[in-house]
């Protein structure tokens, strides 16, 4: 830190020009007092402090130097001791912290102190077991979700597997009856072929009435009458 000595330059010996932070709370202190004449249009420390010296013979800059002074000396021991403040408590709170500070053996202020302190390192043992709780469900779920689509994947394979061979026997039965009225009268092969589409027909419709549930339970899936697009 630069010191300076001799006569009213006493007063700006705690100004260390070397600490930026410090020169820019000198700078805002000016600025909060209307003393813009003493910073603006310096180009950096060494000027400003050169500004505050020739400044010296005004009485009223001397005064508000020596408050400038206090206040830097207030800012640095609140942030050497913390924040002071000032409350009311009621009078079972105050009751309560008597009876902590003398089971700790400490004075009231200090008992405060560790109570709010234990209170905030409390505080973040329940946020991280939240936190770690919160993990263990996301990552439960990622499971779950899992394991319900291969799930979901099984059954639309066997219902798949099921409605492939319920056609197959679907469409041979068809193909049956219509062979044996062919049997029976025989009407050409055009007329068989109408009377297997139209049998077929029949025979889809009933089993759409008779599992509805096939196309609520999978709405992306293959419906029943996909699988008979080959043959209508």
Do not use: H
């Amino acid at each position: 830190m630069d010191q300076l000595s001799g006569g009213r330059e006493t007063l700006l010996s705690w100004i260390d020009i070397g600490s930026q932070s410090q020169v820019r709370w000198v700078a805002d202190y000016l600025a909060k007092k209307g003393r813009t004449d003493l910073y603006v249009g310096t180009r950096g420390e060494a000027e400003l402090l050169d500004r505050l010296k020739s400044a010296l013979n005004d009485e009223a800059t001397r005064e508000m130097i020596k408050r400038m002074r206090g206040a830097w000396s207030q800012k640095k021991y609140r942030e050497s001791k913390g924040q002071q403040v000032s409350f009311q408590l009621p009078d079972d709170v105050v009751k309560g912290l008597n009876r902590i500070a003398q089971e700790r053996g400490c004075s009231k202020s200090k008992a405060l102190r560790q109570v709010i302190s234990d209170a905030a390192k409390n505080r973040q043992r329940v946020n991280r077991r939240s936190q770690e709780k919160i993990r263990r469900l996301e990552s439960n779920l990622k499971k779950l979700r899992s394991k319900k689509l291969e799930a979901e994947l099984v059954r639309d394979r066997t219902i798949n597997a099921l409605l492939d061979k319920l056609t197959n026997e679907i469409v041979i039965g068809c193909l049956e009856e219509v062979e044996k009225v062919e049997r029976g009268g025989g009407s050409g092969v055009g007329v068989a072929g109408e009377r297997f589409d139209g049998l077929l027909r029949e025979r889809v419709a009933e089993l759409e009435k008779l599992v509805p549930e096939v196309q609520q339970i999978r709405p992306q899936g293959k419906t029943i009458r996909d699988f008979f697009d080959d043959y209508l």
